[in-house]
């Protein structure tokens, strides 16, 4: 393979390998096919008419509405002078990249994950439906080629992201693992939509692996291991690597001694036989729903004076790792280190570190982002049931893109500091959400790290946190890194220091709850001899160029930094302390409920001015019900009370437990 070795700007950096752009998984130049640019996941483009001198002078070049006020988030593709659009309804939408105009729409009979979009190859667009069968449609015309039937054994729970291609085969990923099955791969044949072979995440009986589950025990049979992120491919090395989600049941440790393969983890398979060739677990025996979910970005350098073929994997602590990309052997070295120990949860002694790297976001969380009343946690903190006030820093990096540029040598990573309330039931069996409470606070930043040492290079705080969806960071041959804001801000960095050196308004975001992502990652392209920047936008595609004639947009109300109340207001003046939740777990034939002492239902009410309002004890454990402010109280409420207050000054009045402050509630007076 030709090789073209580009010097860094940096002295004394070592040198980068630029992939030949006739190779399958080459930088993206000219188009964006594939949904990180490349089957590498680079987000990288060679592209450069657009630089850090000129970007002042982008502008929008056209924007498209997309149809019955539909929405997308997902990525963009450009092959072979078409747009190729995703929607959350599931439909497939091509686009003049020069212009917008619309040339087809496709709407599948069983709609899809289309906020995940979808895979290329062979002149074809890969989809996987909600019921997990595969279908190819044509590039060109927008009509179905072939469809493949759901496999028997393979859930009918969905094909959870955008389907990889390498080699003439489609790789697809099945994501039952979170509802108590198991995470899956599956290899097709790209031009038939033949079955090749099954990959089941968590090995069965007698198969490598699986003497890391109990065998005295068919626990495995639901344990987890989803896949949510579009596999990465090496086609010259003929695999395919695949990033593996948390064990199942999620908190319950218990069940589950071991480490627990191949969750977790990178698995690398070939292609052409769904083989593991290796893999390398990031998260032994995990008990924190630390999904592996950012994809996997493959590229070559110079490391200790030798050229490797490497695979980062970044781990959802911000942890990064440096795996070789033939043997799985790690490149920059990892140590285990001792973490908290738990001897109920069966915790793991040790978990794996690279050392000397830096770690992208906290390791634990800063108490002043929480609300009062909270204990404020660390990554690998065991999760008890005697802990019902613990917020622990939750996913500083899944699922939003990172990109790799050869120019500098640099990753480029989108980080989520966005902390959760986590809790465990007494039931082993039943997946407690973590969740995020009003007060509440939450930011990101924009790093770069340096792809040869682990090192940060730069890192710049940002107002919103760049969780899993988001749009992350796309970087360009002409020095600059594209990232978009969930304010609708669409900005361009330096590659190199990190300063902003350009942005735009979109105007038209769209978010639900606390600071969501804003838009899909940026694409960028050339069409008539000229570089494009696109994205998705809530319901419209934009696209900018030079000299682009429209204009920012007005701003929309941005999302709070600090969490407000969301949700249902009921109109009601009962308020019962102490609530049950069911959780049916159908494939384990289990019915599980969690009896929480400090839940109060319904969160949210309306009450006219004057009027009783009454509290409920119907827990195990008594409550003192009190107006943050201090302007009342009903003072305590045994188990099987109740008490009531009246409040004649109209307002909101937030309200906690003076015993436990975790128990929280809004009570809005008319």
């Keep these: 393979m030709r090789r073209l070795t580009y010097a860094l700007i940096a002295a004394g950096a070592l040198a980068v390998v630029l992939r030949s752009a006739g190779n399958e998984t080459a930088y993206s130049g000219k188009e964006w096919a594939a949904p990180g640019g490349d089957w590498a996941a680079t987000r990288y483009s060679t592209l450069a008419q657009i630089d850090a001198a000129n970007v ?71 989809a996987g439906l909600r019921d997990s069968t595969v279908i190819a449609v044509s590039q060109q015309t927008g009509e179905v080629v072939w469809r493949h039937a759901r496999e028997a054994g393979i859930p009918a729970q969905g094909i959870s992201t955008a389907p990889a291609y390498g080699n003439g085969v489609v790789v697809a990923v099945v994501s039952g ?26 090995p069965g009986p007698g198969e490598p692996g699986h003497d890391t589950w109990p065998q005295d025990s068919d626990i495995w049979k639901y344990g987890g291991g989803a896949i949510w992120t579009s596999p990465s491919v090496d086609a010259d090395l003929g695999l395919v690597y695949l990033e593996t989600g948390n064990s199942v049941p999620q908190w319950g440790g218990e069940l589950r001694p071991g480490d627990n393969l191949y969750n977790n983890s990178v698995v690398a398979l070939e292609l052409k036989s769904g083989k593991v060739r290796w893999h390398y677990q990031l998260v032994h025996h995990d008990i924190w729903e630390h999904d592996v979910g950012t994809p996997l970005v493959l590229y070559d350098a110079t490391i200790g004076g030798r050229p490797r073929k490497v695979l980062l994997a970044m781990r959802t602590d911000g942890v990064p790792f440096f795996l070789d990309r033939e043997t799985g052997k790690p490149v920059l070295p990892v140590e285990e280190r001792p973490v908290k120990q738990d001897a109920f949860l069966k915790t793991s002694p040790t978990q794996p570190f690279t050392a000397g790297a830096d770690r992208v976001g ?7 982002m929480i609300p009062p009343g909270f204990e404020a946690g ?24 990172m990109a790799y540029s050869p120019a500098t040598g640099y990753l480029y990573a989108s980080v989520c500091v966005n902390p959760a309330w986590i809790r465990r039931a007494e039931t082993p069996w039943a997946f407690v959400r973590p969740t995020r409470l009003p007060g509440q606070q939450q930011h990101g930043f924009m790093t770069a790290i340096d792809a040869r040492t ?20 796309t970087a360009t041959a002409g020095g600059l890194v594209f990232h978009v804001e969930p304010d609708g801000n669409f900005q361009a960095y330096s590659a190199k220091t990190g300063d902003v050196v350009w942005q735009f308004q979109t105007g038209d975001v769209g978010f639900g709850g606390g600071a969501g992502p804003g838009g899909g990652p940026a694409v960028t392209y050339e069409s008539g001899g000229e570089q494009y920047v696109a994205l998705t936008m809530n319901h419209v595609v934009w696209a900018f160029k030079r000299g682009g004639t429209l ?91 109740s008490a009531s207050v009246t409040i004649g000054k109209a307002g909101s009045y937030e309200y906690t437990c003076k015993e436990h402050p975790w128990t929280i509630g809004q009570l809005l007076i008319q």
């Design 454 to 473: 682990g090192k940060t290079v730069w890192n710049k705080r940002v107002a919103y946190a760049g969780c899993e969806g988001g749009g992350g960071a």
């Design 177 to 202: 693992g979170d509802n108590f099955a198991r995470g899956r791969a599956f290899g097709l044949d790209a031009k038939t939509g033949a079955y090749l072979w099954n990959f089941e995440v968590v």
């Design 378 to 401: 660390c990554y690998f903190d065991p999760i008890r049931v005697d802990m019902p006030n613990h917020y622990m820093p939750h996913m500083n990096m899944r699922q939003t893109p």
């Design 56 to 126: 002042k002078t982008l502008g929008g070049a056209w924007v498209a509405d997309l149809p019955e006020r539909q929405t997308s988030k997902a990525p963009l593709l450009v092959k072979d002078g078409r747009m190729f659009v995703t929607t959350t309804a599931g439909q497939i939408l091509a686009l003049d990249p020069a212009t917008g105009k619309s040339l087809w729409t496709f709407k599948p009979e069983t709609p899809f994950g289309g906020s995940r979009g979808i895979g290329i190859g062979e002149g074809l667009l890969f």
């Design 362 to 368: 906290p390791a634990c969380v800063d108490k002043s």
């Design 551 to 641: 204009t920012p947009r007005p701003a929309i109300a941005p999302p709070p930094t600090t969490l407000e109340w969301e949700g249902r207001v009921e109109d009601t003046a009962a308020i019962q302390l102490g609530t049950v939740s069911t959780f049916t777990i159908a494939s384990a034939g289990r019915k599980e409920e969690w009896a929480n002492d400090y839940g109060v239902s319904p969160p949210r009410v309306r009450a006219k001015a004057g009027a009783a309002v009454t509290w409920t004890n119907t827990s195990r454990v008594a409550h003192t019900i009190s107006a943050r402010d201090g302007s009342w109280s009903t003072g305590s409420i045994k188990p099987g009370e």
